[in-house]
T-cell receptor
Framework: GAVVSQHPSRVICKSGTSVKIECRSL??????MFWYRQFPKQSLMLMAT?????????EQGVEKDKFLINHASLTLSTLTVTSAHPEDSSFYIC???????????FGPGTRLTVL | GQQLNQSPQSMFIQEGEDVSMNCTSS?????WLWYKQDPGEGPVLLIA?????ELTSNGRLTAQFGITRKDSFLNISASIPSDVGIYFC??????????????FGQGTILTVHP
């Protein structure tokens, strides 16, 4: 089946620093990837759509200058949380549909803790 | 944003029992997906449904795509302890600016007692 990886799985950083999270589709290509944020015992909240070769599109209320997205290739998207603050602590998950399908496969998630 | 109405919110069952959960929507979706999420992990795809009326099985799991394309259910037969987790339904938006995006249900927390 389709496999999506994320790195790192966990990261702890100091307030004010930036953190980069990678999302890779391992056995398929994806022109689009999606980034989500999830709070405990809640559903996933879509943050932005990452588009290969063009700018990401952000959901309402998501700061594009704070959550920088780069879709560098057909198998890699990165999310950079800039100037992180404790309220940015969360579980970040990416997903990708294989080209030509709309079935999305999720990465294992990244737990971000900002001290 | 928009959410699917998923029920029940939680279930506490004995091992061996069957489980049923469902999702309804006011909007039509062309694809329905069911996921299971374990604590600290990303959602794992269980079943994908592409046609209205479609009934699909995956081992002890069975899911159906409602004929109106506005609802879906997931059944788990003969539950086992490893079925514990949160189950999410998701509809794939078919058009407009939301094309390809998922709309999620609130999740069903399943607890199985041995």
């Amino acid at each position: 089946g389709a496999v999506v990886s994320q790195h790192p799985s966990r990261v702890i950083c100091k307030s004010g620093t930036s953190v980069k999270i990678e999302c890779r589709s391992l056995d398929f290509q994806a022109t689009t990837m999606f980034w989500y944020r999830q709070f405990p015992k809640q559903s996933l909240m879509l943050m932005a759509t990452s588009n290969e070769g063009s700018k990401a599109t952000y959901e309402q209320g998501v700061e594009k200058d704070k959550f920088l997205i780069n879709h560098a290739s057909l198998t890699l998207s990165t999310l950079t949380v800039t100037s992180a603050h404790p309220e940015d602590s969360s579980f970040y998950i990416c997903s990708a549909p294989a080209i030509g399908t709309d079935t999305q496969y999720f990465g294992p998630g990244t737990r971000l803790t900002v001290l | 944003g928009q959410q699917l109405n998923q029920s029940p919110q939680s279930m506490f069952i004995q091992e061996g029992e069957d489980v049923s959960m469902n999702c309804t929507s006011s909007s039509i979706f062309n694809t329905w997906l069911w996921y299971k999420q374990d604590p600290g992990e990303g959602p794992v795809l269980l079943i994908a449904l592409y046609k209205a009326g479609e009934l699909t099985s995956n081992g002890r799991l069975t899911a159906q795509f409602g004929i109106t394309r506005k609802d879906s259910f997931l059944n788990i037969s003969a539950s086992i302890p490893s079925d514990v987790g949160i189950y999410f339904c998701a509809g794939v938006n078919a058009g407009g600016t939301s094309y390809g995006k998922l709309t999620f249900g609130q999740g069903t927390i399943l607890t199985v007692h041995p």
